[in-house]
């Protein structure tokens, strides 16, 4: 360049690639490259200005200088790509400082699914009865006030229906407060053969919720039609499952009770697996857990379900497996188990 040393346009041309260089030396970033790189070679920078100069130059200068000009823009835009390069190598050396991986840490555990408590009991219920003959029948959820109720000997404003408080969807629609309406489904499917099922399902109840006592909840329906079924039978199939759910020795006992679609009725006990029928607070101290209700096919509920019960016999009962699950794992409260709380989850699977 020293041979155009004179000339104002190239003095002009020398200082700005020395003040261009000075000033990139002291960017560390790569905005502010960034805002360098448009302040000298943009369309509006500085060198651009410079460069329209040589327009007004005379025509034999203009090669020279044009070639000044060509040779300071090229080191300007090699020492801007040398520069983001240095930065970001710079960026990366850091980063790599920082976060630097520990191979020793243990890895994060992979979380894998598992049955939920409630379904596993169902489904140990379910062996058990199958063991014995039983089916699975499947009813619906959302039911008729007919089916919920009437047929089950609880016209409207019959007071046993203050036993389920209900949600109801409209006045004739209901969710189900128990499963013994799959009780009359199943019988009108089926007769007049004999019928030996189970109805697992969810029921809704609109009740407040409390440690025993949730809105939402599993049963398991048993029904068993046929000729000759009698509270023998019903004993000795309660017996077994309670047997083989809780253990051996356990001993069952029937109490009087009342439900408006089964004559006789009872309540089954369990002897209290805590602390084996001596007493305790789990037992309230009685030495016995309720674990069902149960009783004798109504006769009327018979005939509702298309059987004549001059011939046809039969029994039926229902559970909670959720309390069922909580008898046997010493659950005190069955807010757990829809609270999807996996510190309880993880425990019972
Ligand atoms: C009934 O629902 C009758 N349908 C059972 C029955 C069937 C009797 C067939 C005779 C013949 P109960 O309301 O007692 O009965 O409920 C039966 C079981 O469901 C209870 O023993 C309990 O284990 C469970 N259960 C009832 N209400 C709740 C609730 N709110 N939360 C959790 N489990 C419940």
Known sequence: MA?????????????????????????????????????????????????????TLAAEQRPAVGQVSNEVKAA??????????????????RTLAQERIDVTLPGVPASLGRVHPSTQTLREIAAIFSDMGFQI?????????LYNFEL???????????????????????????????????????????????????????EAI?????????????????????????????????????????????????????????????DCIVCNGQGCTICKHSGWLEILGAGMVHPQVLRNGGYDPEVFSGFAF????ERITMLKYGIDDIRYFFSNDLRFLEQLS
């Open 3 to 55: 041979e155009h040393d004179g000339n104002p346009l190239v003095t002009q041309l020398q200082t700005l690639h020395t003040e261009a260089l000075a000033s990139l030396a002291h960017i560390t970033d790569l905005t502010a490259v960034d805002t360098w790189r448009i302040d000298y070679l943009g369309r509006r920078g500085a060198l651009t200005q410079v460069m329209r100069g040589i327009g």
């Open 76 to 93: 300007l835009e090699a020492a801007f790509e040398t520069r983001v390069a240095d930065i970001k190598q710079a960026q990366l050396t």
């Open 137 to 145: 029948f499947d009813s619906r959820e959302v039911e008729s006030d």
């Open 152 to 206: 089950l000997n609880m016209p409207p404003y019959h007071p046993a229906r203050d036993m389920w408080d209900t949600f109801y969807i409209n006045e004739r629609v209901v969710l189900r407060t128990h499963t013994s309406p799959g009780q009359i489904h199943a019988m009108r499917l089926y007769h007049p053969e004999p019928i030996r099922v189970i109805l697992p399902g969810m029921c809704y109840r609109y």
């Open 210 to 270: 409390t440690a025993r006592h949730e809105m939402m909840f599993h049963q398991v329906e048993g029904l068993a039609v046929g000729t000759n079924i009698t509270m023998a039978d019903l004993k000795g199939v309660l017996v077994t499952f309670a047997r083989r759910m809780f253990g051996d020795n356990r001993r069952v006992r029937f109490r009087c009770s009342h439900f408006p679609f089964t004559e006789p009725s009872v309540e089954v006990d369990m």
């Open 318 to 321: 229902g559970m909670g497996p």
